[in-house]
């Protein structure tokens, strides 16, 4: 008799590489990952294309944000999964975060050629951040369109999306979390937001944030 092994649960996972709480979620899936039988599957939101709507509701510092070095991450990751192929956007993520974030560079050049140069892209890649005429805006916009319609208009990043029971993909928003859970704990709340989210007419669960991101144990 052979034996027959069972294929991956895909994750379809949505980030913008500025947002840290995005990428402490990512760290979260990537240890669900090594306790759980899934594989996750990387893409593209941009939360300049989600506010460009909503500008003038958003305070001064936030907005200049949105309007400048909002695009510059994800117009290079863009133009790298186009040009490069979608494998290379986990690892891309990962050398950016690794910078941005853990590293405390921020979404700046230096972050974005060193995570370049990690992955072995080419360095001009780096060029994207300034084209204002985005070679690849509509990749973009479509990559961000798949994701928040799963969810609608009224969240942020990241956006998850999971078969169903019924083989329907589920999608949420988040989870939220700070540290990153590790071990058994990664998968409890796996488990529970897996659970919770496949309940039909469930929205929302949330409580104010005490602490910021803490990228300590990343």
Same mark, same amino acid.
């Given at each position: 008799?052979?034996? !027959? ?6 994750? /379809?996972?949505?980030? /913008? ?20 039988? $899934? ?10 294309? +989600?506010?460009? *709507? ?5 305070? /001064?510092?936030? @907005? ?11 117009? =290079?990751?863009?133009?790298?999964? &186009? ?15 690794? @910078? $941005? ?7 700046? @050049? ?5 995570? +370049? ?12 951040? /300034? !084209?204002?005429? #985005? ?22 990043? *990241?956006?998850?999306? =999971? ?8 999608? #949420? #928003? ?25 309940? &039909? ?5 949330? @409580?104010?944030?005490? &602490? ?7």
């Amino acid at each position: 008799m052979s034996e !027959q092994t069972s294929a991956k649960t895909p994750v /379809d996972f949505w980030f /913008d590489p500025l947002c840290p709480w995005a990428w402490m979620t990512s760290r979260w899936v990537l240890e669900v990952e090594k306790v759980r039988d $899934i594989e996750v599957r990387w893409h593209i939101m941009s939360l300049a294309v +989600l506010n460009e *709507p909503r500008l003038d509701e958003l305070n /001064d510092h936030y @907005r200049e944000m949105m309007t400048t070095t909002a695009w510059d991450g994800v117009r =290079v990751v863009t133009a790298a999964w &186009q040009k490069h192929g979608a494998d290379i956007l986990g690892p891309l993520y990962t050398a950016l975060g690794n @910078r $941005i974030h853990n590293g405390g560079l921020g979404p700046t @050049r230096e972050a974005i050629a060193g995570a +370049l140069d990690e992955v072995g892209l080419p360095a001009d890649l780096i060029d994207y951040a /300034d !084209q204002k005429d #985005f070679e690849f805006d509509a990749e973009l916009r479509a990559s961000h369109k798949e994701g928040i319609d799963k969810v609608g208009q009224d969240v942020g990043t *990241p956006v998850i999306a =999971v078969p169903g029971a019924d083989g329907e993909q589920i999608a #949420f #928003f988040g989870p939220v979390v700070t540290p990153a859970p590790k071990g058994e704990d990664a998968a409890k709340l796996w488990d529970g937001t897996l659970l919770v989210a496949s309940v &039909q007419g469930f929205y929302e669960l949330k @409580r104010t944030r005490t &602490q910021g991101p803490d990228f300590s144990n990343l």
